[in-house]
């Protein structure tokens, strides 16, 4: 099976912390994804890789900024958290086969 | 890709069939349908995908109309583990691009 793993299921910052969301995969997937998740706003898409190195806009990319510099690892940077930056973050990989799969999600609260 | 229309919410009892409709008429012929549910507090989970035929696997049934504007999720048996909300998407399958999620529909089966 598939496994995301997200590296925190809750965390709690301060308000212009420098924030990092850690995700991995173990299934050598080229293309992985960062969402964030409202009450009310559904799933909305951050930023999404297609590659080492390679990054691309989503729907919601102010405030973030991403780095993957090795396959597995897909990470998601607040370069100064805000409030309205409380959210549920997920991470997920796709297979060959065009399927997504999810990590358990990040809950952050921006303080 | 083409939008989707779901209702907000359905019900359903359990041990009966739990059919989720959706509404894709501005679909396009290399677009596939995807469908992938939310369980409360984790990452969503892929169900079932199809293109022109309908398809089975473990989980559901996927029933695509011939001229593909709509398309039908079945849980043969749902049970209470079904209440989610269930997403259905249609896109390419293109290298490096994204699954949109809209509102998706609410599940909710009871006893």
């Known amino acids: 099976d598939v496994k995301v793993t997200q590296s925190s299921r809750y965390l709690v910052k301060r308000t212009g912390e420098k924030v990092f969301l850690e995700c991995v995969q173990d299934m050598d997937h080229e293309n992985m994804f960062w969402y964030r998740q409202d009450p009310g706003l559904g799933l909305r898409l951050i930023y999404f890789s297609y590659d080492v190195k390679m990054k691309e806009k989503g729907d919601i990319p102010e405030g973030y900024s991403v780095s993957r510099e090795k396959k597995e690892r897909f990470s998601l940077i607040l370069e100064s958290a805000s409030t309205n930056q409380t959210s549920m973050y997920l991470c997920?990989?796709?297979?060959?086969?065009?399927?997504?799969?999810f990590g358990s999600g990040t809950q952050l609260s921006v303080l | 890709d083409a939008k989707t229309t779901q209702p907000t919410s359905m019900d359903c009892a359990e041990g009966r069939a739990a059919n989720l409709p959706c509404n894709h008429s501005?679909?396009?012929?290399?677009?596939?349908v995807y469908w992938y549910r939310q369980i409360h507090s984790q990452g969503p989970q892929y169900i079932i995908h199809g293109l022109k035929n309908n398809e089975t696997n473990e989980m559901a049934s996927l029933i695509i109309t011939e001229d593909r504007k709509s398309s039908t999720l079945i849980l043969p048996h749902a049970t209470l583990r079904d209440t989610a909300v269930y997403y259905c998407i249609v896109r390419l399958n293109q290298a490096g691009t994204a699954l949109i999620f809209g509102k998706g529909t609410t599940l909710s089966v009871s006893s």
């Open positions: 997920a990989s796709r297979t060959t086969d065009e399927k997504l799969f």
């Open positions: 501005t679909i396009s012929g290399n677009e596939y």
